[in-house]
């Protein structure tokens, strides 16, 4: 298919943001696809650092990384992304490249375990601050659970306020998909 699918447009947009010996975040561990994705771009130069309320999601997550042989510096937080700027060392903050994001629940997991609009808006305000410039925000927003609609309109509403002289925001969604279409939204922050 030509048309990128939404977590394949995530993917080149993050990997696009992000290269070698970069910083990038991912915001939502859950299996680690994201993770291992973002390791593999940064490489055993770079650094990542990844968020999950699960503790479940991080040792699946180690356990994959350590399948697939990434040398990327990978810190595993057991806590709300909610929390990012706090974890963050100094000479991360500002410096960026990609923060991705995948909301909703552990596939396979409780599902009541779910990102909420209000964390989630917290954690995408402290994710610009510390992007570097040209650094990509990423957000895969799922509508088919309940709650999912409304965060993926609270998504929408945020990335809408953001200035424009200060960040790029996109919108990347299937029109004709007729069940529950999952979402991306995507922003960049420009150059001072
Ligand atoms: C759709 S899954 C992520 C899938 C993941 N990107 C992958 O590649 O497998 C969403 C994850 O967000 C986690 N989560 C829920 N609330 C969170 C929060 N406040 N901060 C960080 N992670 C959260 C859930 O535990 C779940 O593992």
Do not use: C
């Not at 030509?2 to 990038?24: D, F, T, W």
């Not at 629940?105 to 040209?134: F, I, M």
């Not at 999912?148 to 969604?173: H, I, K, N, T």
């Amino acid at each position: 298919m030509v048309i990128p699918s939404i977590l394949e447009q995530a993917h080149a947009l993050a990997g696009r943001a992000v290269g070698e010996g970069g910083i990038a975040v991912d915001a939502t561990v859950g299996n680690g696809h994201d993770t291992a994705f973002l390791a593999q771009a940064v490489g055993a130069g770079g650094a990542v650092v990844g968020f999950d309320v699960q503790e479940e999601a991080l040792v699946e997550t180690r356990h994959r990384l350590e399948r697939e042989a990434l040398s990327a510096p990978v810190r595993l937080v057991h806590a709300g992304h909610q929390t990012l700027a706090r974890h963050l060392e100094e000479a991360e903050r500002g410096r960026v490249g990609a923060i991705m994001f995948n909301l909703g629940y552990l596939p396979g997991g409780d599902h009541s375990v779910v990102t909420r609009p209000e964390t989630t808006r917290q954690a995408l305000d402290a994710g610009t601050e510390a992007l570097r410039p040209g650094g990509v925000i990423t957000v895969v927003a799922y509508t088919g659970h309940e709650g999912g609609d409304e965060e993926a309109d609270a998504v929408e509403a945020w990335a809408s306020a953001l200035p424009q002289a200060q960040f790029r925001a996109l919108s990347y969604r299937f029109p004709n998909w007729s069940n529950d279409p999952p979402r991306l939204f995507a922003v960049e922050k420009r150059d001072a």
